[in-house]
């Protein structure tokens, strides 16, 4: 892609993800041939500049948990590149790519399913430093105090198993597992999605915290785009399997371009009577991804979809400096409208000379 | 206020002094600790509370519906129609569930019978409740679809659950819910498992049903959002108990206890001006091993007081209709 989008040219950006596509095959018929694939990531380009916070919101099914696990390579991507710090991960071999494990890490949405529940705190904690660092019984002993400390658990409690704590506790020490290596990149999935609303805002915090710190750059993948609007720098969204729109956080909200975007945002309920927007209801429910329509894949919900919709999938392109946009609404910006357009205000003025 | 008189000719449901209490392995769980409210024909209850603050468990503790043991009733009353649905038999209960009060749950998958068809699950509380014939039956539920906005009604009874997306779903369980004309319709968590744009639809769908239907609603969430969106009055629970009530603008503009001033803070806005940083309300729900003999908010609490940690605050009326459980609006007792 040559018009990939970049936060700004002077941020040196620690991931790089180009026309990322993971696709899952579907098997089906008595000898379980393939017949199928679900399109669950479908070509998604964007960057992530060090110690930014990029924010992947979008319904459940959209893609976005998938995306977030195929940049860690969870999964082996069908296609794509991902630079991550420099070293190009898409493709590499489980050998190498365990070499580059402790600058990546992962927080998990459920706690209580990612925690094992035979194992204390601190081995729940100390288990990448077994696994890839040569430290001492007695300095890993220490490192896993000094991870609580950071996180906000009583050292007290490192010899407790999970089910002694609370959910939010527990995603604390999911928090404090992710941290133990240094990484430098963190992929939250939903890591506030299980939590209570008083509780949410106690991690939220302690990951802004924690940003600061340690200099950490986050993927944050959530379907709540209240809380990405406080902890995100930009914020993406991500329509079955593709990114619709990428903006800078207050670009975004203040000023959605997509019709999905527009959609989703004024379908989030505001806390405040006096604040209810007009909603904008979209019809229908999304498509499958395993058969995602012809042309763009929000034609068949959006309220201003337009012959060209059903035909061509619009190109991903800059609105605004650092404001992508996938949608022909757009397309007088571009020179490479391929719809004749009969209804140009020239046009006009010559008929009517 | 009259009181004395059995009931109220302006209310249609009049809970007071509720206990329930489970009975586990690791001793009692004070789940609703004299919970006491009443609800006026055709009004939206908002009743809102984190896990734990017994909304749920208040709801179904109405109705009969927790399984005893482990759960038992310890006290209070529940006037539905003239009579106390707490010492009513199963039999009687069984023709008020589904009847006259109507009962939407969180996940639609899980409360549809996956082995029967749509079309058979909407003709049951009819032909049970209503003693339609069949034929009676299966146009009204045809009707019932339509109503919901499920578009092909009369194809899509012979649909089985797991053909329909999760909005849709819930639409289904809407039609059932409302199959017998209900006075009273409780809808727990209703959007809960649903993306925004579906929840927006279903929200949209309730306010019209409600305006074409007339009937009341207690409607539980543990989202501010949309009880400040469809509401007429809110009810904030914690720790078991209701902290405070109060009309929906009334609440949202002049909050009155700590728990609700520091909730509306909490959360963050999609309009407005962004918060640098999130308020935080430090520490952890409270475990509720006994009944309550102090505030139970008191250990999360910027503004706790040492009488909170002695005595339990009731409820006082702070007038518009207004009331919250906290000794810095002490005043009149109120008497819901």
Same mark, same amino acid.
């Given at each position: 892609?040559?018009d ?11 991931v790089?993800?180009r026309?990322l ?14 017949v199928g694939?679900v399109k669950?990531?479908?070509g998604?380009?964007f ?7 990029l924010g992947l ?14 940049i ?6 069908t296609?794509?590149e991902?630079m ?8 590499l071999?489980q050998t190498q790519?365990r070499?580059?494990?402790p600058?990546?890490q992962?927080v998990?949405?459920d ?16 288990e990448?430093?077994d ?5 001492s019984?007695?300095?890993?002993r220490?490192?896993v ?13 490192a010899?407790r198993?999970?089910h ?8 604390r020490?999911?928090?404090a597992?992710?941290l133990?290596?240094n990484p430098k990149?963190?992929?939250c ?14 991690v939220?915090n ?14 944050f993948i959530?379907?709540?785009l ?7 720098t930009?914020?993406a969204v991500m329509?079955?399997?593709?990114i ?5 956080r ?5 000023e ?5 975007t527009?959609?989703?945002l004024?379908?989030?309920?505001e806390?405040?009577p006096?604040?209810?927007?007009d909603?904008?209801v979209?019809?229908?429910d ?12 929000f034609?068949?919900r959006?309220?201003?979809?337009m ?12 609105l605004?400096p ?10 007088e910006?571009?020179?490479r ?6 209804n140009?205000?020239t046009e ?6 | ?12 449901l ?6 329930t209490?489970?009975?586990?392995s ?5 789940a609703?600790?004299?919970?006491s409210f ?5 009004e939206?209850?908002?009743?809102v509370g ?6 749920s468990?208040t /709801?179904?503790? !109405?109705?009969?519906l #927790?399984? &005893?043991p482990p759960?038992? @009733?310890?006290?209070?009353t529940?006037?539905?129609? %003239?009579s ?7 039999k ?10 109507g009962?939407i ?7 549809l ?10 003709r049951?509380p009819?032909?049970k409740?209503?003693?339609l ?7 009204r539920?045809c ?5 919901v906005?499920?578009?092909d ?15 849709m779903r819930?639409?289904?369980m809407i039609?059932?819910a409302l199959?017998?004309?209900p006075?009273?319709l ?9 993306d925004?744009?579906i ?5 949209d769908? /309730?306010?019209? !049903?409600?305006?074409? #239907?007339? &009937?009341a609603?207690i409607? @539980?969430?543990?989202?501010?959002g949309?009880?400040? %969106? ?7 629970m914690y720790g078991?108990?209701?902290v405070?009530q109060?009309p929906?603008r009334?609440l ?11 909730l ?16 935080v309300?430090?520490?952890q729900?409270?475990?509720l091993?006994?009944a ?6 008191r250990?999360?609490?910027?503004t ?5 940690a002695?005595?339990?605050?009731r409820r006082?009326?702070?007038g518009h209709k207004?009331?919250a459980?906290c000794?810095?609006?002490e005043?009149?007792p109120?008497d819901?």
């Amino acid at each position: 892609m040559l018009d990939a989008p970049r936060s700004s040219p002077s941020d040196r950006s620690l991931v790089s993800v180009r026309d990322l596509k993971m696709h899952f095959p579907i098997h089906g018929g008595l000898l379980r041939r393939q017949v199928g694939e679900v399109k669950a990531v479908d070509g998604v380009s964007f960057d992530i500049a060090e110690g930014e916070t990029l924010g992947l919101v979008g319904e459940s099914g959209c893609g976005k948990s998938t995306c977030g696990r195929a940049i860690l390579r969870l999964y082996d991507p069908t296609s794509g590149e991902i630079m991550m710090d420099g070293t190009e991960i898409a493709r590499l071999p489980q050998t190498q790519l365990r070499k580059m494990r402790p600058i990546m890490q992962m927080v998990f949405q459920d706690p209580q399913a990612s925690l094992n529940p035979r194992m204390t705190v601190e081995a729940i904690i100390a288990e990448p430093l077994d696994e890839h660092t040569s430290m001492s019984k007695a300095e890993k002993r220490e490192r896993v105090l000094e991870l609580m400390d950071a996180v906000g658990l009583n050292r007290a409690f490192a010899t407790r198993y999970p089910h002694a704590f609370s959910g939010g506790q527990r995603q604390r020490i999911g928090i404090a597992r992710a941290l133990a290596l240094n990484p430098k990149f963190i992929v939250c999935d939903e890591p506030i999605a299980a939590l209570d609303v008083s509780i949410q805002a106690q991690v939220v915090n302690l990951l802004e915290d924690l940003q600061r710190q340690f200099g950490l750059t986050y993927l944050f993948i959530s379907h709540d785009l209240s809380m990405v609007r406080h902890i995100a720098t930009r914020v993406a969204v991500m329509y079955l399997g593709k990114i619709v729109e990428l903006a800078p956080r207050d670009a975004l909200y203040g000023e959605p371009r997509h019709p999905y975007t527009q959609a989703l945002l004024s379908a989030v309920p505001e806390p405040d009577p006096d604040m209810q927007a007009d909603r904008t209801v979209l019809q229908g429910d999304v498509p499958s991804p395993a058969n995602p329509p012809k042309g763009c894949n929000f034609c068949t919900r959006c309220p201003q979809v337009m012959g060209i919709c059903h035909e061509i999938d619009p190109e991903f392109r800059e609105l605004a400096p650092g404001h992508f946009a996938a949608c022909h609404l757009y397309n007088e910006t571009s020179p490479r409208t391929e719809a004749p357009r009969h209804n140009e205000p020239t046009e006009v003025q010559q008929g009517d000379l | 206020m009259p009181d004395g008189t059995a009931t109220r000719s302006d209310v249609i449901l009049e809970v007071s002094g509720l206990n329930t209490v489970f009975d586990t392995s690791a001793g009692e769980v004070h789940a609703v600790n004299d919970v006491s409210f009443d609800l006026r024909p055709g009004e939206l209850l908002g009743v809102v509370g984190e896990s734990g603050s017994g909304k749920s468990v208040t /709801m179904m503790s !109405l109705l009969g519906l #927790l399984p &005893m043991p482990p759960a038992r @009733i310890r006290s209070g009353t529940v006037m539905f129609e %003239g009579s106390d649905l707490l010492k009513a038999s199963e039999k009687r209960l069984r023709k008020v569930r589904g009847g006259r009060i109507g009962f939407i749950f969180q996940d639609p998958m899980t409360s549809l019978n996956p082995v029967f068809t749509v079309g058979y699950q909407l003709r049951e509380p009819l032909v049970k409740h209503m003693g339609l014939s069949k034929a009676a039956a299966r146009d009204r539920s045809c009707e019932l679809l339509e109503l919901v906005g499920i578009p092909d009604a009369k194809r899509r009874l012979a649909d089985y659950p797991h053909q329909f997306s999760g909005g849709m779903r819930q639409r289904v369980m809407i039609a059932i819910a409302l199959a017998c004309d209900p006075k009273l319709l409780i809808a727990d968590e209703p959007t809960t498992a649903l993306d925004v744009t579906i929840q927006a639809q279903i929200l949209d769908l /309730m306010a019209d !049903l409600q305006d074409r #239907l007339g &009937m009341a609603v207690i409607w @539980i969430t543990h989202d501010l959002g949309v009880v400040a %969106g469809i509401a007429d009055r809110v009810m904030v629970m914690y720790g078991g108990q209701i902290v405070e009530q109060a009309p929906k603008r009334e609440l949202f503009t002049n909050p009155q206890h700590p728990y609700t001033k520091a909730l509306l803070t909490t959360i963050p806005h999609i309009r407005g001006v962004r918060a640098e940083k999130l308020t935080v309300i430090e520490g952890q729900p409270p475990i509720l091993s006994a009944a309550p003999t102090a505030c139970p908010f008191r250990d999360r609490c910027p503004t706790a007081m040492p009488r909170c940690a002695r005595e339990n605050p009731r409820r006082y009326d702070v007038g518009h209709k207004h009331d919250a459980a906290c000794f810095l609006v002490e005043g009149t007792p109120a008497d819901a």
